[in-house]
């Protein structure tokens, strides 16, 4: 069984509307959460951490229910320049990263 | 801040071929990982070093694939000989790791071609 699970998508969804993505983690032992972005044929680079309590960084919300082993990412008023894969990511004891295959978004004109 | 290095940024080889790859971490990053990306997924850990000893290189074949941090700073990444399925993106990423889980930063990357 894969330590983190997504949906590929693809998502496509028109400018301004809201989107959502869902993870699912495996070990319940899972420490740290994060959702990455990654752009075509560029590197991952951190989009947010995910807290219990949730939180949020302007358009963006993620939640975390450790009961449940799922994370989320909100996406409100979606621009254009969203388009991109993202990636959530799990973390297990010694620091070590697993990713998920990424949830691709195209935000259409 | 100067971020993580790689090289080179791609390469062409034929199939049982040898080829390495070079990262340079933030300085000061005790982690270092190496990641395999084939087109689609997302990253697949290799290696990971904490300063210059092996974490976890579980998903690593080593049949064919090695890696050292020999000074603990920078380090390589082997494969020999190549196979067709070894065409990816290798990316090298880097973390502080002193108090617990810290962000990851990403190299570039390079991608491998295997003809």
């Known amino acids: 069984r894969k330590e983190v699970e997504q949906d590929p998508g693809p998502f496509n969804v028109p400018e301004g509307a809201t989107v959502a993505f869902n993870c699912t983690y495996s070990?319940?032992?899972?420490?740290?959460f994060f959702w990455y972005r990654q752009d075509c044929r560029k590197e991952p680079k951190l989009l947010m951490s995910?807290?219990?309590s949730g939180n949020e960084d302007g358009r963006f919300t993620a939640q975390l229910n450790r009961a449940s082993q799922y994370i989320s990412l909100l996406i409100r008023d979606s621009k254009l320049s969203d388009s991109a894969t993202y990636l959530c990511?799990?973390?297990?004891?010694?620091?070590?990263?697993?990713f998920g295959t990424g949830t691709s978004l195209t935000v259409i004109p | 801040e100067a971020g993580v290095a790689q090289s080179p940024r791609y390469k062409i080889i034929e199939k049982r071929q040898s080829v390495a790859f070079w990262c340079n971490p933030i300085s000061g990053h005790a982690t270092l990982y190496w990641y395999q990306q084939i087109l689609g997924q997302g990253p697949k850990l290799l290696i990971q070093?904490?300063?210059?000893?092996?974490?976890?290189d579980s998903q690593l074949p080593k049949d064919r694939f090695s890696a050292e941090r020999l000074k603990g700073v920078d380090s390589t990444l082997k494969i020999q000989p190549a196979k067709l399925e070894d065409s990816a993106v290798y990316l090298c990423a880097s973390s502080h790791y002193r108090t617990g889980a810290e962000t990851q930063y990403f190299g570039p990357g390079t991608r491998l071609l295997v003809l």
């Open positions: 990511v799990v973390t297990l004891t010694g620091n070590q990263f697993y």
């Open positions: 070093f904490q300063n210059n000893g092996v974490v976890d």
């Open positions: 995910v807290y219990s």
């Open positions: 070990n319940s032992a899972s420490q740290s």
